[in-house]
T-cell receptor
Framework: DVKVTQSSRYLVKRTGEKVFLECVQDMDHENMFWYRQDPGLGLRLIYFSYDVKMKEKGDIPEGYSVSREKKERFSLILESASTNQTSMYLC????????????FGDGTRLSIL | AQSVTQPDIHITVSEGASLELRCNYSYGATPYLFWYVQSPGQGLQLLLKYFSGDTLVQGIKGFEAEFKRSQSSFNLRKPSVHWSDAAEYFCAVGPMNRDDKIIFGKGTRLHILP
């Protein structure tokens, strides 16, 4: 069964910390995505990548960076966490030229205190 | 501007009843259309997608959706819902190129009465 695995389901960090969210997919997909999901705002794209070492900004990249050193792994980095980054973070992947995510991880609920 | 509207934030239906979730879009060209489902505590799962051809699309879990160009709609339907269908449903619209991004609706939460 295909799988997108996010390293943590729940994470609590403090303001100013550097936070790493990890995502691994086992489907050899070219495309990977990071979204955040907030009540009333739906899903918003933070960053995406369609190849190793490639990255593209999404709609809300400020305060975030990403790393894709290997095809199967896409990391989201909060350089200096702030309380307004408390959210549910979803990683996704897809194959082909399309820009729509096909498979999602179960999400990481991140709380910044 | 490109947008996706799901007019109903919450919908409640009885188990065994039929279901229709509405989705309207605004897009410059013929879009690619998607429905996703998110069960509590989980990520999103792709239910079905429309790219071209037959405007009635069959998906997983017994769902179907119909693309109506004249109404800019892509409504999701199921003839008889099960308690396990309680979830949040997201409509999305997007192109098939890497220059533009998929746009998600805000979601419709489906509640099932026993």
């Amino acid at each position: 069964d295909v799988k997108v695995t996010q390293s943590s389901r729940y994470l609590v960090k403090r303001t100013g910390e550097k936070v790493f969210l990890e995502c691994v997919q086992d489907m050899d997909h070219e495309n990977m995505f990071w979204y955040r999901q907030d009540p009333g705002l739906g899903l918003r794209l933070i960053y995406f990548s369609y190849d190793v070492k490639m990255k593209e900004k999404g709609d809300i990249p400020e305060g975030y960076s990403v790393s894709r050193e290997k095809k199967e792994r896409f990391s989201l980095i909060l350089e200096s966490a702030s309380t307004n980054q408390t959210s549910m973070y979803l990683c996704a992947s897809s194959s082909g030229q399309g820009n729509q995510p096909q498979h999602f991880g179960d999400g990481t609920r991140l709380s910044i205190l | 501007a490109q947008s996706v509207t799901q007019p109903d934030i919450h919908i409640t239906v009885s188990e065994g009843a039929s279901l229709e979730l509405r989705c309207n879009y605004s897009y410059g060209a013929t879009p690619y259309l998607f429905w996703y489902v998110q069960s509590p505590g989980q990520g999103l799962q792709l239910l079905l997608k429309y790219f071209s051809g037959d405007t009635l699309v069959q998906g997983i879990k017994g769902f179907e959706a119909e693309f109506k160009r004249s109404q800019s709609s892509f409504n999701l339907r199921k003839p008889s819902v099960h308690w396990s269908d309680a979830a949040e449903y997201f409509c999305a619209v997007g192109p098939m190129n890497r220059d533009d991004k998929i746009i998600f609706g805000k979601g419709t939460r489906l509640h099932i009465l026993p």
